[in-house]
C-alpha cells in the first residue's frame, strides 16, 4: 500500500451498517464507497503536501483524545472480554448521556482508523477484494438455501407466539442440517469409492471450492412419506464410523 494513503482514516467506529454497505457493493469501494466515506488523517500530517494524493482525506483524527481515553479503552475492552457484561449494554449507557461521553468520543475516533484502513486496503489489494467476493458468495448461498427450504414466504412469521417462532426456526435448522450431513456422508462415499488417484484429487478440489449446503437434487415442494417402507435407503450410504 502507498505509505501516502496509509495516513489516512475513516469517520466512525467499524459498525455493521457501514461494513454491509462496503461488502454489498459489487463495484467495492471505486465507485460509489469513496463518494459517500469520509477519510480522516492525523492532524500531525496537517502540513504535508497532498496535492499528488490520489486519494485525499477530508478531515482529521483527534488522535490526543483517542491517548487521553486509551486506558479507559483498554478497560472497556477487558470489561467485554471478561464477560461481565455486554457491548451494547456499555454503549447503551455511553449513549444515555446527555453530552457525548469522552470514551464514546475516543471509541469512534479510534474507529475511524481502523475502518480508513479497511477502505484504504481493499483500494490496494486485489486479493482482499475476492476474499471478499467469496464470503459475500457464501452469505447469498446460505440465504437462498433457507428461502429454498422455508416453505410459502420465508421473510415472514407465521407464527404469533415467540415459543411457536423458535419452534419453526428450529426446524428449519434442523432440515437444513439433515440435508448438510446427507450431502457429506454422500460425498464422503464417493471419496472413498475412487481408485484413480486424478479423479479423486478433482473431486476433492470440486468439494474445497464448493459448498454441502446444496439442495438442487432434493424435491423439497413434494410429498413426504415417512413410513418404514419409504425410508429405507436407497442410494447405499453406509453410516458414519463413530469414535469413542
Partial sequence: MPQKRAQGASEGQPD??????????????????????????????????????KIK??????EQHIIQFWDDILRFIATIKLKETTASDIFRRLNSYSKQHGLYHALKAFGQILKSIFILRVIDEPGLRMSIEKVLSGIEHVHAFTRAVSVGNPREFLQA?????EMAEACKRLIKNCIICWNYL???????????????????????HGTAAAWGHLNLLGEYDFSEDKLQDSVGIKPPKLTD
Avoid at 407466539?161 to 417462532?165: A, G, L, M, S, V
Fill in 57 to 62: 482525506p477530508t478531515a482529521y483524527c483527534d
Fill in 186 to 208: 454422500y460425498l464422503s462415499q464417493k471419496l472413498a469409492q475412487i481408485d484413480d488417484p486424478a479423479k479423486r484429487e478433482e473431486l476433492l478440489q470440486a468439494i474445497a
Fill in 16 to 53: 455493521r451498517g457501514t461494513d454491509l454497505h462496503l461488502l454489498n457493493s459489487r463495484q467495492l469501494i471505486f465507485d460509489r464507497v469513496l463518494d459517500r466515506q469520509r477519510l480522516y488523517i492525523f492532524r500531525s500530517r496537517q502540513s504535508v503536501d497532498r496535492s499528488a494524493w
Fill in 161 to 165: 407466539e415467540k415459543e411457536d417462532q
